[in-house]
Each structure stands twice: as C-alpha cells, then as structure tokens.
C-alpha cells in the first residue's frame, strides 16, 4: 500500500505531464494555423524547404494617390493617411470576408453600376452600399435599417419605396438603388460635394449640418466627428482598393470562383396570390429560390388590395443549378 506522499507526487506528476500535454497540442494546432497562412503582402514567410520558418506580418502599403468619386483624398495629411491605415489594415486582413466580396461582389455590381451611371451619380458609391451591408440582403441593423443599402423605414418612404407587411421594397435592390439615388443626389445639391455625401449617408444630412455649424467646415476631411462616421469614408475608400486590386493585397481569385450572374425572366402580377409555394411550383421552381430573387415579398402570399402591378424574378432553374466546376483551380 502506498503512502499518502507518494500519491500526491504520483497527481502532481500526472498534472505536469497533462498540462505539458495540453501546451504542445496547442504550439502544434498553432503551428499548423499560422503556417497555412499564404505568403503575401500582408505576411512573410523566412527559411528554407527544410528549415524552421518564421513569419512576419507587415503593414500594408498604402497608394501615393487616392480619390473618392474623382475627389483627391488629402493623403499628404497625417491624419488622413493614418486613418486609412487603420481600416486597411482590418479589410486586407479580414480574409474571409474579403474573399466572399470578392465573390459576390460582380453580381451586385452588374445591378447597382448601369442605375448609378443612370442616374449620374459617381460608381464609388457601389462600394458604399457594400460598406453599408456587405451585400447580405437579411441584414438588419440595431436601429431597424434593412436591406442592401440600409435604409430606415420613415427614410424609404420618403424616397418612394413601399414598406408594410405584405411588401418591403427596402429589400428590392433595384428599387432601393433607384431610392439611394434620390437621396445622393438631394445631399449633393446641399453640399456640392461627394465625399460629405457619403458621410451624410452615414451620419445624416441633419447631423451632418450640426457638425459644420460647429466646426464651421463643409471639408469632410477636417472634421471632428463620431467615430462611426469618421471611419466611414476610409472604409469605403480601403473597399476600393481591395476589390480593385485584390491581388495587389494579396488576394487571388479566379472569374470562375466568382459568384455568377443569374439569368431571369420577369412575370407581372396585378392581382392576388394565394400560395407563392404553389406560384413558383407553376413557374417551374420552388419557394426557396422565389424568394431569394424576391426578398421584398414579406409574406408567402400577396393580398394586393389596391391592385398594383408588382414585377417578380424567375431564375432560369437550367443554368442556376448546373454549376460546372472548373478544370482546373490552381492558381499558382
């Protein structure tokens, strides 16, 4: 029988060895995490094929120049250059998510570009609906703001969109571009200025105004402000220059790993709908595809007591769910 002594060295023993246990698993699984990390601009890998590497993690090297809508970003500024430091750093570091832009991205693009050129507002302010929600059409923020480009309700209705319960059209991304417009352009007669539009985007045109009373300043670059919105505009400019130049930042992705363009046909409705299961069934398509190229029908049925005329999407089923992999996707 052994004696209590012995015992106890016996357990301190066993929690050595289980708490030694414990920290290699943890510098291996480490190990293993930071050496998958690809070698770019943002990190370094140092050794040899058969050596211990190390890795370095750098700065990210910021552009001589820059503009937002052809308005000069005062870079020379200290300030302002360490500003857009800061927000680079976080979009060209967060790799995930840049990389589901970079998927998504061509797809939302090829709607909200032809309305911007339309309605003669400068294509940078694709990459503020894009700073605004990330393209994630259920997104809700904390204040009750949906859709693609965030709007509040009171803000839709103001600018013609429809929002009860049967119709939300905060969620019609064309229709809520064609709204976002309207309220770009309405901030530019009051500012004569793009930059301090896309801030008044964030912060409103009212808080806006608060501000430059204040400071007695209309330069958006100057101003004091919350710390929401004066990051906005440096998000939206490291946006830019990520999805411009993904590989400059280390990012490589191939067209064919891009989300692709959906073709659709468009149905009118003038009256009501009693089931859109059985709607879509009848267009060759399930429920779950209707309303994901409809998000802004809120109900699965339409009421319609005023009789208006609604346009819906029907994705072409062949081509949708015929995806067709690659050959190849190496990259190197």
Known sequence: ???????????????????????????????????????????????????????????????????????????????????????????????????????????????????LKENEIPDDFKFLALAESGFLDKVISPAGAVGIWQFMKSAAVEYGLEVNEEVDERYHIEKATEAACKYLKKSFAKYGNWTMVAASYNAGISGMNRQIEVQDSKNYYDLLLNEETSRYVFRILALKLVIGEPEKYGFKISDEEKYPIIPFSEVKLTGSINSFTDFARANNINYKLFKQFNPWLRQPFLKNPKGKTYTVKIPDVGKYRKFVFPESTDLQ
Do not use: W
């Not at 001589?64 to 200290?78: C, G, R, T, Y």
């Not at 927000?87 to 967060?94: F, R, S, T």
């Open 1 to 115: 029988m052994e004696d209590k002594n012995s015992s106890k060295n016996k357990s301190d023993l066993s929690k050595v060895f289980v708490f030694l246990s414990v920290v290699a698993v943890s510098v291996i699984i480490g190990g293993l995490f930071f050496n998958s990390r690809p070698a770019g601009v943002n990190n370094r890998v140092v050794g040899t094929a058969t050596g211990p590497q190390e890795i370095y993690f750098t700065a990210v090297t910021l552009p001589e120049k820059l503009d937002f809508a052809n308005e000069p970003v005062p870079l020379e500024n200290f300030d302002i250059r360490e500003s857009l430091d800061r927000e680079m750093l976080i979009v060209a570091n967060y790799h995930s998510q840049e990389l589901l832009y970079l998927k998504k991205s061509n797809r939302y693009f090829s709607i909200i570009e032809p309305i």
